[in-house]
């Protein structure tokens, strides 16, 4: 803007007095000052922005090499996810797949038990579209039929799953411990009756003839192995509390 300005005061200076009054104030220390003043400032907000972005690039560069105190948690949660998953039918597809999460800095029995039960609610939701996706193609009224009631035992099963993600969601600070006996118990029945519901829902299709049955069993299968591992978990917990030095309530 007084760039602006004074390019235009230089091509209206016609007289001395508005050449003076352009150029007195050019020449005066508070001119000299308001052009010093902007300088400073930018320098000052240069520096505190490249000092800002180097802050930031420092604070959240990582590591190159983990420090010796985080290298030795992940060494210990690995441990203690491999110890859990050792009690499961399928331990290195429960190992990789509890990994496979990003769980923080904390990791006990309950936190382990909570990703399988979350992975095998998260397959039985994802199967459980499929029934409705095979009437919609099939025109074999037995088929039909058989895909019917693995609608509904999907749905059920997907029932069992959420109350059982539900029973395990338990809010910061409300003091409730997560695993009591009766939960365990309760969490023992839901995901046993999901797994007998996609097991009621293949041998139907089998008994039917049904081409699907196929598609079926590979779909279930993922999710299934999932319930059996959160079951194992579940049903040696005591031991594995105990071995984190920890029981139930
Ligand atoms: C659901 O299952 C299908 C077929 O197995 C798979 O391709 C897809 O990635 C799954 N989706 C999720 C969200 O797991
Ligand atoms: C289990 O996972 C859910 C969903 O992420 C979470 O809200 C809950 O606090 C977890 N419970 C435990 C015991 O880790």
Redesign the pocket.
Known sequence: MEESTNFVNGYDRISPEDDESSAVPRQSPSSNRRRTVPVIITLGLFTVIIGAIIGALVVHLPPKKPSESHRSFRHRAAESIKAVCAVTKHPESCFAEVCSVDFGDVIDP??IF?LTL?LAASEVANVSSLPKTLISKSSDLRTGSALRDCVSLFDDALSQLSWSVEL???GPGDGEK?LTEEKVADLKTWISAAMTDQETCVEGLEEMGSTDVDEVKVRVQRSSEYMSNSLAILSNMEEILDWFGLHLH
């Open positions: 309950e936190m909570n979350r395990m969601r338990v997560v």
